[in-house]
């Protein structure tokens, strides 16, 4: 989890882009810059905490450009400003969600119940495969 002087110091870093949004906006659609895009460059950041950076790196690395920025745009809303609270807010749900642990997979045995259905369909697929080959004597 992200401490508070730790979101602080990544929202000092973050650098923001604004563009004409997509959909309804009425008379402001052609003229006012509503899309919010959010980037954070992960290798420039200042975090002190080295590993936390690697594990937001390793785990979000599909969202990371090549240049080693992750990125969040946020169209949402017609106003800028509800788009630029959107997309920080979505970016620290990210991060939160990459710094959690996974769950240790334990590994599980097939019920009998189940084992027991599959060798019944592999034998009722058998039968009907049987019935289907040519027999000596039949129709050649």
């Known amino acids: 989890m992200l401490s508070d002087t730790q979101k602080l110091q990544i929202e000092g870093e973050l650098t923001f882009s604004t563009s004409r949004s997509q959909g309804a906006g009425g008379q402001n659609v ?37 240049e080693g920025f992750l990125v969040i745009t946020s169209q949402k809303y017609r106003s800028q400003f509800r788009n630029k609270s959107d997309a ?29 259905k599959r060798l019944e369909s592999k034998r009722k697929r058998g039968t ?12 050649e």
């Open 30 to 66: 052609n003229k006012v810059e509503t899309k919010v895009t959010v980037s954070w460059h992960l290798a420039e950041s200042e975090v002190e905490d080295k590993n936390l950076l690697e594990l937001i790196a390793a785990k979000l690395k599909n969202r990371i450009t090549a």
């Open 88 to 116: 920080v807010d979505r970016l620290f749900l990210l991060i939160e969600k990459a710094l959690v642990p996974e769950k240790p997979r334990h590994a599980t045995k097939p019920t009998f119940t189940s084992r027991v």
């Open 128 to 139: 009907v495969k049987q019935n289907r080959q040519n027999r000596a004597g039949s129709e």
